[in-house]
């Protein structure tokens, strides 16, 4: 069976690109399902691919539908998909289950990488990675994103992790894996919402072509897995460190008190920052998504001009 033709199917624009050997940027579409409120996901989502364009590459957005995952969608696709019902979100685990029983799915971080590779697709933007979940001693609750930057060799372009996790717990586990993590002009790893997260970034690169360079390296001596690129939020639109703390501890002790677990958790708590925050969360969270597909499309540009032999 050829994986590809049977599983796989390709835009029209991205098809071409891939053909031309235009640099491709893969985008996620759980920010369209469960990310944001409507219609600000689909304006954001749409924003997103046209900066990609505007710096020369070409955006991939990624969803399972039919049985096929589906690498690259129109306008109007988003837009219908921005309406669909009971959408699953699905990680590694449920890329076979969405295919075989012919359901819809968005792609989280994790599901994402995989579609992005098995499409040859180098380059990955979203928004934040999952990592390890507060009190994640007791609850297990790790995400799945994390394995996947240690296996899947893809370049994910993010504004860190999102601010609801552990960040030191999250940053030890990717030092275990194996995962570099890259900031993209700092020296200190980024928060989501905030520029500083309290820790160091493993190794600071201040152009696409450093980091061109680094993943040339670190595939071609056979070292398999993801990069992390942690590219802080814009300035002028960061949040203050300590008023979002605030309202993230009231948003995860409602959480627990609403008996929210599992895949729930993350959407539950963004709903809730930005009801808490008046809005402020949403709009960080959009001008830091659309920062980074402008970093990911000029890495998307640099890695492949690169020399690869």
């Not at 690259?72 to 019902?85: D, M, N, R, S, V």
């Not at 699905?90 to 994790?110: E, F, H, M, N």
Request: proline share 5%.
């Amino acid at each position: 069976m050829n994986f590809k033709s049977d599983y796989l199917t390709y835009s029209e624009e991205v098809m071409q690109a891939m053909t031309e050997q235009s640099p491709v940027v893969a985008l996620e579409t759980t920010i369209v399902t469960h990310g944001m409120p409507y219609p600000q996901n689909v304006q954001t989502a749409l924003s997103v691919e046209r900066i990609i364009r505007k710096h020369g590459a070409v955006p991939a957005t990624i969803c399972i539908q039919n049985g096929k995952i589906r690498v690259g969608l129109t306008e109007k696709e988003i837009e219908e998909l921005a309406q669909t019902p009971d959408v699953i979100k699905a990680s590694r685990r449920d890329i076979p289950v969405a295919l075989v029983t012919g359901k819809t799915a968005s792609t989280t971080v994790a599901a994402t990488m995989i579609a992005a590779h098995l499409a040859d697709i180098s380059v990955f933007v979203t928004g934040g990675i999952g990592g390890v979940h507060r009190g994640a001693e007791q609850t297990m609750d790790i995400s799945a994103d994390l394995q996947e930057l240690a296996k899947t060799n893809v370049m994910v372009v993010s504004a860190g992790v999102k601010a609801i996790l552990d960040i030191g717990l999250t940053l030890e586990m990717l030092e275990t894996l194996g995962v570099p993590v890259l900031g993209y002009g700092t020296e200190r790893f980024p928060a989501f919402y905030t520029r500083d997260s309290g820790f160091n970034a493993g190794v600071r690169v201040d152009s696409p072509i450093e980091v061109a360079r680094m993943v040339h390296t670190k595939w071609s001596l056979g070292l398999d897995g993801g990069i992390l690129i942690a590219n802080p939020i814009p300035e002028h639109s960061a949040l203050h460190p300590e008023e979002i703390q605030r309202s993230i501890d009231a948003a995860i002790t409602q959480s627990k008190d609403h008996g929210i677990t599992g895949k729930d958790v993350t959407p539950y708590l963004l709903a809730t920052l930005e009801r808490l925050t008046a809005g402020k969360s949403l709009q960080a969270n959009i001008a830091l998504i659309e920062h980074n597909a402008s970093v990911g499309a000029q890495i998307a540009k640099a890695y492949q001009e690169y020399p690869q032999n």
